[in-house]
């Protein structure tokens, strides 16, 4: 069953539901149902174990990822640029998804790569049977 990372459109909380239904936060409606997605698998590691990965679309907040969780984020189609961070590490390979009839269900896993200085964030497709729910 898929958790779903919605930003209520009321408040502008970003907040994880089942499904369509209030916002914990403000009580407004939320619906989940959307043409497109993307969903994001956050692989396991034991570098930032502790910590969650925080999300940005579109330059926007959507909250954090813990370690080996998957989140869908319902969207419309069009563009969108994912970043991530945690704690001091800012590096990342933003790529820009587009959704698109044809590509409406996109599947994305990121790792933390070790670097020499600074870590980097590695934001990959993947096909969507190596995804876990």
Same mark, same amino acid.
Request: aromatic share 8%; net charge positive.
């Given at each position: 069953? *898929?958790?779903?990372?919605?930003?209520?459109?009321?408040?502008?909380?970003? =907040?994880? /539901?089942?499904? +369509?239904?209030?916002? *914990?936060?403000?009580?407004?409606?939320?619906?989940?149902? +959307?043409?497109?997605?993307?969903?994001?698998?956050?692989? @396991?590691? #034991?570098? @930032?174990?502790?910590?969650? #990965?925080?999300?940005?679309?579109?330059?926007? *907040?959507? @909250?954090?990822? @813990?370690?080996?969780?998957? /989140?869908? #984020? &319902?969207?419309?189609?069009? +563009?969108? !640029?994912?970043?991530?961070?945690?704690?001091?590490?800012?590096?990342?390979?933003?790529? =820009?998804?587009?959704?698109? &009839?044809?590509?409406?269900? =996109?599947?994305?896993? =990121?790792?933390? !790569?070790?670097?020499?200085?600074?870590? +980097? #964030?590695?934001?990959?497709?993947?096909?969507?049977?190596?995804? *876990?729910?």
């Amino acid at each position: 069953m *898929p958790r779903y990372r919605v930003k209520c459109p009321a408040c502008g909380e970003a =907040v994880n /539901l089942p499904g +369509s239904g209030p916002c *914990p936060k403000c009580g407004a409606q939320i619906s989940c149902e +959307s043409p497109a997605r993307i969903r994001l698998y956050r692989m @396991g590691n #034991f570098v @930032g174990v502790a910590n969650g #990965f925080g999300i940005y679309i579109n330059e926007q *907040p959507y @909250g954090y990822i @813990g370690n080996k969780e998957t /989140l869908t #984020f &319902p969207l419309p189609y069009g +563009s969108y !640029k994912m970043h991530i961070v945690c704690g001091m590490n800012r590096k990342c390979n933003d790529p =820009v998804i587009e959704l698109t &009839p044809q590509d409406n269900d =996109v599947c994305l896993k =990121v790792h933390i !790569k070790m670097g020499l200085i600074q870590n +980097s #964030f590695i934001i990959e497709r993947a096909d969507p049977s190596t995804m *876990p729910e």
